[in-house]
């Protein structure tokens, strides 16, 4: 008698083919063949970091995962990536096959995220979450180059764009610089976020010790007004919420200004300016060392800038100052005299090393 054909499947076969269901659905939910690669791990992070700005958007704060996922911004809670809210902050760190991949860091790119509130709204947020006030948002018909002012964030980092719906470009200025965001279809519900990155501007003494009064000013590269973002205290520092731009930053101390161009500021980070040490020797004739002479270090054409010293039993008088071209000038009594000797040396050049100045008096 022939066998009939074995109908239906064994235990194992299903057991099978449910585990590869399984694996499938997860690689739809997280993106087809990116599941733990770099691409996918970045789509991840993004995809959470949208949903959390859709949800303070709607709720005036962050939210957990499972609370995204009852407020409808996630499908399901993210397995390659955590999130821990605190306040109006949040930070995003990496699970799994998402470990040491870098994504939990914020991406700096505007972007639009379509949301179910009304109307249109423009959000800047800081890399944590942090929602940054007095950000100017402008929008333009796409590519015609006509903007007209469509409001300033509030505290909490948002403004409503009160326009009609068409394809527009948003523009956001803060500190003088400005991100676009071209091409805009904006609808109900359309949220552009704009993304501002923290520097930590850094001033320094030669041995790296932190130093106060210092004033850092900021500029986008190729604009010409420059903006005040702090005066260093006893930490040396000035942080700052800055748009993602390349910058020009100066400081200012003891009346002296320092400037460096083009610096990329385009995610979380420090820039650090240091100072030089300007020794000056006095000696007299025979050049045996001179103590107790009076030095005055001043920056060429800045009368302010004088630094009254003293040399020691050496005959050195050390100073710390920004780069630049200096007036080093000694004065010194003889024992018995009431003539005072003097002697100077105009014009010298400080750069980012050590200047050792000898100077002999009669």
């Given at each position: 008698m022939k066998?009939?054909?074995k109908l239906?499947?064994?235990?194992v076969e299903l057991l099978l083919t449910i585990s590869i269901m399984g694996i499938l659905g997860a690689v739809v939910v997280y993106g087809a063949g990116d599941f733990g690669t770099a691409s996918g791990c970045k789509t991840d992070a993004k995809l959470l970091r949208s949903a959390e700005a859709s949800f303070y958007v709607a709720n005036g704060r962050y939210g957990t995962q499972p609370e995204l996922v009852t407020f409808g911004a996630l499908r399901t809670p993210s397995q390659l990536h955590d999130v821990q809210v605190a306040g109006l902050n949040f930070t995003v760190t990496e699970l799994g096959k998402c470990q040491n991949s870098g994504t939990a860091d914020a991406a700096t790119i505007p972007t639009v995220i379509v949301t179910s509130q009304q109307g249109a709204t423009a959000f800047a947020t800081g890399s944590d979450g942090t929602p940054i006030p007095g950000v100017a948002f402008s929008t333009s018909p796409s590519g015609a180059g006509?903007?007209?002012v469509a409001g300033t964030s509030d505290v909490t980092g948002t403004a409503k764009l009160n326009v009609a719906a068409a394809t527009y470009d948003i523009a956001a200025t803060y500190l003088g610089a400005t991100n676009r965001l071209l091409g805009v279809a904006i609808k109900n519900g359309t949220l552009a976020v704009f993304p501002v990155v923290t520097a930590t501007t850094q001033f320094r003494s030669?041995?790296?010790a932190p130093m106060a009064g210092a004033t850092f000013e900021v500029r986008q590269a190729g604009t010409t007004s420059w903006n005040i973002i702090g005066t260093t205290d006893i930490s040396g520092n000035v942080i700052a919420k800055?748009?993602?731009a390349d910058y020009d930053i100066r400081v200012t101390w003891n009346g002296v200004t320092t400037t460096r161009q083009a610096i990329?500021?385009?995610q979380d980070g420090d820039v650090l300016f240091r100072t030089t040490v300007l020794a000056t020797k006095v000696m007299d004739s025979s050049g045996a060392a001179i103590s107790k002479a009076s030095v005055t270090?001043?920056?060429?054409g800045i009368a302010n800038s004088a630094v009254a010293l003293t040399t020691d039993a050496t005959g050195w008088a050390r100073t710390e100052v920004l780069p630049?071209?200096?007036d080093d000038a000694v004065r010194y009594m003889p024992a018995g005299s009431s003539v005072a000797n003097t002697a100077t040396m105009n014009a010298v050049p400080v750069g980012a090393t050590t200047v050792n100045v000898e100077i002999r008096v009669a």
């Open positions: 066998r009939a054909d239906g499947f064994t235990l006509s903007w007209t030669s041995a790296l800055l748009l993602p990329q500021i385009k270090i001043t920056a060429v630049g071209s200096y």
